[in-house]
């Protein structure tokens, strides 16, 4: 008798939970939006930079798969680089703009119903489309002399041509947030942090690597309007 009573609450909370899920509608949702970023680069050795602030924006997928679980991803235009920081009395200065298309693929985690507590994390990629760089003209007659006083001396490798520079960059990125749903569609606000684990140069050495490390790094708030397709 036992066992037909625990047999019969077995089955019972099976079919409880296949009904539970059967009922959970998918929801899809595609949307745009856009942010600020803060972003520097992590170079070992060090550079001295002062941390930038930059934009971006583009288009975004949601998808609810079930409670409290989902899927997102985007396509952005973003610019990312770094400045230098000098003495004021060298009279040197220099700021790279790089222009990248990213791709950031996310488990998107919320809790709530019409105000949700959003959190995103997962892997990005992201392309390097193109570049633009602004030296003063000290620091370029500086680094003329010193190439010319020693062509085999790696200096100034952080200011080569874009040639030299990798085309792909990819790390994690992951972020908190908050999600109001509104007749008009959904809105989510939310904080992110993007780790680099690409490098601009090459770190090899044997290929007589400057740097060991030259990666992105990122901090960016982000609002992003979602109307839902299904």
Avoid at 39 to 58: A, K
Avoid at 150 to 164: H, K, L, N, R, T
Avoid at 191 to 217: C, I, P, Q, V
Wanted: negative net charge.
């Amino acid at each position: 008798m036992r066992y037909l009573v625990l047999l019969f609450c077995l089955t019972t909370g099976i079919v409880s939970l296949h009904a539970q899920r059967d009922s959970f509608q998918n929801e899809l949702y595609l949307g745009g939006g856009g942010g600020i970023i803060f972003h520097s680069v992590d170079f070992v050795p060090s550079i001295q930079q002062t941390q930038q602030l930059g934009g971006f924006g583009g288009f975004s997928m949601k998808y609810i798969t079930e409670k409290h679980l989902g899927l997102i991803t985007e396509f952005n235009f973003v610019q990312k680089g770094w400045t230098e920081e000098f003495d004021p009395e060298s009279g040197f200065s220099y700021k790279r703009t790089l222009n990248y298309l990213e791709m950031p693929f996310m488990t998107h985690i919320y809790f709530g119903d019409k105000t949700r507590f959003i959190i995103n994390a997962g892997p990005m990629i992201s392309l390097l489309l193109s570049e633009k760089q602004q030296m003063s003209s000290a620091l370029a007659d500086d680094l003329a002399a010193r190439r010319e006083a020693d062509p085999e001396a790696p200096i100034g490798v952080q200011y080569g041509s874009m040639d030299e520079m990798k085309r792909l960059d990819y790390g994690l990125i992951g972020g908190l947030g908050m999600e109001l749903k509104t007749a008009m569609g959904a809105i989510d606000l939310e904080g992110r942090y993007y780790f680099g684990l690409a490098d601009l140069f090459t770190s090899r050495r044997s290929e007589n690597a400057f740097f060991s490390r030259s990666a992105h790094r990122i901090i960016e708030a982000k609002l992003t309007w979602y109307f839902k397709i299904l």
